[in-house]
């Protein structure tokens, strides 16, 4: 059961509890002796808690006793002012057997000054006080005889201030309480309005009940009491007693202090259950004021408790400046309107020395907000060291959470308020949102986050964390708890010329125990020419931060498996390096082409395909490396990679590869890849012979187990340099002009694939001048979902890798690459160029011979490998999915999917087995619908298929016996041998 199950079950039973319904004889005790503090004098806090925790050992069939000791003379708290449950059941639980007691309980739930804000669980408590806040007969009777006293008959105005810590230290996540000329006002107007005979006044401070009685004289009643403000004031420097970072509470005084506390407890508690008995009530929305609430039980002829909202944890805003007169004043408005509330934050600017009129701008925003901006002068300017200026701002930051802002840039008004509820809600080390990069005009790049809560003890966790949010490995758009930036040391590199928040980040990633990301755009980092960041002063500074983290990583105390994931995250970082720095100098058009294609050429020879890896492919610089690696290519020698995966290979290969040493393209044009797919015969050492006899022309590569031609071709793809790529069977052959006239086309035409016919033989024939059909070619342009859609429904090229060659920057671009182990490759492959080519040429010459091998495993009769087709078949449509085809191009792509695993893979089982295979079928059946539960409707089967296929899709709605199933693949199988 979670949390929230758990929850709305006791809310059902609370609201109509009865304490006597838990009346049992042999009801075993819950024993009660301690609750979420060390509980010392009588608060409201604490009997929330004990109540709390009462309820919930009753509900889970246990009787509590409470025996929380209290300060000193005060050996049980809640018995020496309440009574017990046992006491109000009339159980004398030493007649309890005890063999099967409980000690402790943890509530779901309990009353406290929220729950007055929330109907069901206002009445929860009501209830909860009802059954179990009822106090003992000493306590009772002083109850008594205060009411008798002060109250009687009169109608009484309650009245409740609560402001010497609460008010004063505005602990985070307690109620905001009401300044008392607010209060004064309003009890005023209700007073007058509900012709009241007095005001009851209770409060810790003396001088708030003297302040009423100046206003009300002779009509304000108080009881007895014992001030606490004299307390308090005289214990503000008392280290001894300070126990947050908030300061001095009330509670701290008492626990320091030798105090009667049973007097304090009881002259506090009659003061709640007078105010519960008053007629009207006008209190801010703290403990006290919120059990009287509970305790009235609805009988307030007018009750205000100010519903204000709630005290904000600090934030510290540590703010670099150095001349940024033109955009200082525009960040500091951002923050001084944000909708946390300037009061609850505190800006810290370190002036490095500026030129220009920074200076005296943040001065004047000093003067109109001193007690929340401070403006530290360097005396000695950091020479451009951002990490010297923010590690100032850090020793001068007291607030909880700690932000770093650049100042020109600029922050959404709700940026700190979401920031920090996130970080109080998870109670993580750091929270970070979305942002972009812009120019003070317009977006140039967005910096995605996602809605996560990541725990970074967790491997997988920590990884998911850095793959996904790793690009913005920054200290802008992110806040960190301050006590874990001390706890670890966290400060910033003092040497770094730029990018010094790399290293930084990267270490909190390394000790955060959790972290948490929101999806929401909160932060504006400007793009301005003159920011250090954008200067070509030194290209290599912008390495540097890469650099460091490199070496950071080895320094941090981390179990072996998150240094793995440090390691291997650090290296793509590396790689995304480059791209940011490419991406930086193209923005501001200070490409150095030497530098440029030195760092283009590191990535292709440390990660050759780098982009395929879904995080780097989001690097901002990535799309420019695509282009430049694309044009580079496209002036390389290569033009093309043609790879041959080849297994056991001997009896063929040397046809094969005698079509490709005799193409009429220039050989130094292009480049001859022989894949040995661990091959049991003498293959591959009869392809190294051929490598060695063609050193310039031919390379050969050796799979590291037996991965099937799709393996063998991803591997091709990897170690490929032409522009485009073909491939070749090892048993067919080509004509000798293939691939002169295809790149001839793809060159002429910018194409992403160029289809050619091809012919079915049976031995080795050239066509020689026989290669042109009747048809005409056709050049294809792909610039909408529409015609995208169109081209994904014709099927116009077919699924064959060997009559295509391809643009090898697409396939890497998109990741497009064959299952690997398995037959019927193709049906994966090709599909996926049909979401992404946009410019096709169908060459209409039959420069392709596929041999038609008798013994081909394809044609082999009841092999295993014939259920791979159905395999790659739900590859094929998770693919779809992932890429987010499915819903694009619902109905092309279901169309596709039909006609391409179903109606296909009725094909395989009519023609590959000799006899019908009945469960395959129905397998197949229930595998499409409820993949296409809309199949029989989609409105191509009636352009683009044939009577025969749209035949075959209506009978996926049918329910047949096993041997109409045989009698449906007979007809398909003799459909296709009568063709």
């Not at 005396?379 to 007291?398: I, P």
């Not at 317009?442 to 967790?458: A, F, P, Q, R, V």
């Amino acid at each position: 059961m979670n949390y929230m199950e758990a929850y709305l079950l006791r809310m059902t039973a609370f609201l109509n509890f009865k304490l006597v319904d838990y009346k049992k004889d042999k009801m075993p005790l819950c024993h009660i002796t301690k609750g979420y503090f060390e509980y010392k004098n009588l608060n409201m806090c604490f009997v929330n808690d004990m109540i709390s925790r009462a309820a919930e050992a009753l509900y889970q069939g246990y009787l509590p006793v409470i025996e929380v000791s209290g300060g000193e003379g005060i050996d049980n708290l809640w018995s020496t002012f309440f009574k017990q449950p046992a006491e109000l059941l009339g159980i004398d639980i030493n007649e309890r057997k005890t063999e099967n007691d409980r000690y402790e309980i943890d509530p779901v739930w309990g009353p406290g000054y929220k729950a007055n804000l929330i109907p069901r669980e206002l009445e929860c408590a009501k209830h909860l006080y009802k059954e179990l806040v009822v106090p003992n007969d000493t306590t009772k009777k002083y109850i008594e005889n205060e009411y008798k006293n002060l109250l009687g008959e009169k109608k009484v105005l309650g009245v409740l201030f609560r402001g010497t810590d609460l008010g004063r230290q505005r602990p985070a996540d307690h109620p905001v309480q009401p300044d008392l000329d607010v209060l004064l006002l309003d009890v005023e107007a209700e007073y007058k309005r509900g012709n009241y005979d007095c005001v009851f006044f209770t409060s810790d401070e003396e001088e708030a009940e003297e302040f009423f009685h100046n206003h009300f004289s002779g009509k304000i009643i108080t009881n007895k009491k014992h001030y606490l403000n004299s307390l308090f004031e005289q214990n503000q420097g008392n280290e001894a007693i300070i126990k947050s970072d908030f300061g001095v509470y009330l509670t701290d005084i008492m626990d320091a202090e030798h105090v009667d506390f049973y007097t304090y407890g009881i002259e506090y508690l009659s003061a709640i259950f007078l105010l519960s008995k008053c007629q009207g009530i006008i209190a801010g929305n703290t403990l006290g004021s919120s059990a009287a609430l509970f305790l009235n039980n609805g009988a307030y002829e007018f009750s205000n408790l100010y519903d204000l909202g709630f005290y904000k944890s600090k934030v510290s805003v540590i703010i670099p400046c150095y001349n940024r007169e033109a955009y200082i004043g525009q960040c500091l408005d951002s923050l001084i309107h944000q909708t946390y509330g300037i009061e609850n934050m505190e800006l810290i600017l370190i002036n490095d020395g500026s030129t220009d009129a920074t200076s005296s701008i943040i001065k004047e925003y000093e003067t109109l907000y001193p007690e929340s901006i401070l403006v530290i002068n360097l005396e000695e300017q950091s020479g451009g060291l951002v990490g010297k200026v923010r590690n100032v701002g850090l020793s001068y930051a007291s607030g909880k959470y700690v932000t770093f802002v650049d100042s020109d840039d600029v922050c959404m008004d709700d940026l700190i308020e979401k920031l920090v509820a996130a970080a109080d809600e998870h109670n993580c080390d750091c929270v970070g949102c979305g942002a972009v990069l812009w120019n003070g005009e317009e977006i140039l790049k967005t910096y995605d986050s996602k809605d996560g809560i990541y725990d970074m003890s967790n491997t997988a966790s920590k990884k998911s964390y850095l793959m996904t949010e790793g690009e913005k490995c920054s200290v802008w758009a992110r806040i960190y708890r301050r006590d874990f930036i001390e706890e670890y040391g966290l400060c910033f590199d003092e040497e770094l010329h730029t990018a010094e928040d790399v290293k930084f980040h990267f270490r909190a990633m390394a000790y955060a125990k959790k972290i948490v990301t929101i999806s929401d755009y909160l932060y504006l980092y400007r793009a301005s020419e003159e920011s250090l960041v954008r200067k070509n002063e030194l290209p290599k500074y912008f390495m540097d931060p890469f650099w460091a983290v490199h070496s950071e990583c080895r320094d941090l105390f981390l179990d072996d498996k998150q240094k793995d994931v440090l390691l291997e995250w650090e290296y793509l970082y590396f790689i995304r390096g480059i791209c940011e720095v490419v991406f930086t100098l193209k923005l501001y058009q200070k490409v150095n082409p030497k530098e440029t294609k030195e760092m283009l050429l590191q990535v292709q020879k440390d990660a050759p395909n780098i982009l395929q890896n879904p995080y780097i492919s989001s690097a901002q610089g990535a799309n420019f490396i695509k282009e430049a690696l694309k044009k580079e290519n496209q002036s390389s020698d290569k033009l093309i990679s043609i790879i041959v995966p080849v297994y056991n290979g001997v009896a063929t290969i040397q046809r094969c590869l005698d079509s490709l040493l005799h193409q009429t393209l220039d050989h130094s044009k292009m480049e001859i890849i022989l894949v040995d797919d661990c091959s049991t015969d003498e293959t591959y050492e009869m392809l190294v012979s051929f490598e060695k006899e063609y050193p310039d022309l031919i390379r050969v590569y050796k799979t590291p187990e037996n991965l099937r031609v799709g393996g063998a071709r991803n591997l091709g793809i990897k170690e490929a340099r032409g522009t485009y790529v073909g491939f070749v069977d090892a048993d067919d052959w080509v004509e000798p002009v293939m691939y002169e006239h295809m790149l001839e086309k793809a060159l002429t035409y910018d194409c992403d694939v160029v289809n050619c016919r091809h012919t079915r033989d049976t031995q080795y024939e050239m066509l020689g001048e026989n290669i042109k059909t009747e048809a005409s070619d056709m050049g294809i342009i792909i610039s909408n979902d529409k015609e995208r859609a169109d081209f994904i429904v014709s099927n116009i090229i077919g699924i064959c890798l060997a009559f295509h060659i391809y643009r090898r920057s697409m396939l890497i671009e998109h990741n497009i690459l064959s299952p690997e182990k398995l037959a019927y490759e193709d049906n994966v492959f090709d599909p996926m160029v049909y979401l992404y080519a946009s410019r096709i040429y169908l060459l209409e010459e039959k420069l392709y011979h596929y041999y038609v091998n008798p013994d081909s495993i394809v044609l082999a009769l009841d092999k295993p490998y014939h259920k791979d087709f159905f395999e790659v078949g739900r590859i094929r449509y998770e693919e779809y999915k992932k890429r987010g085809a499915w819903e694009k191009y619902y109905e092309a792509v279901s169309f596709d999917y039909l006609m391409g695993y179903y109606v296909a893979g009725l094909k395989v089982l009519a023609l590959r087995y000799s006899e019908p295979q009945v469960e395959q079928f129905r397998t197949l059946q229930k595998d499409v619908l409820e993949k296409i539960p809309d199949a029989i409707s989609n409105p191509y089967l009636k352009t683009h298929a044939t009577k025969m296929q749209q035949m075959q899709v209506a009978m996926l709605s049918a329910s047949m016996t096993d041997e109409e199933i045989c009698d449906f693949l007979n007809i398909v199988k003799n459909s296709y041998q009568s063709m």
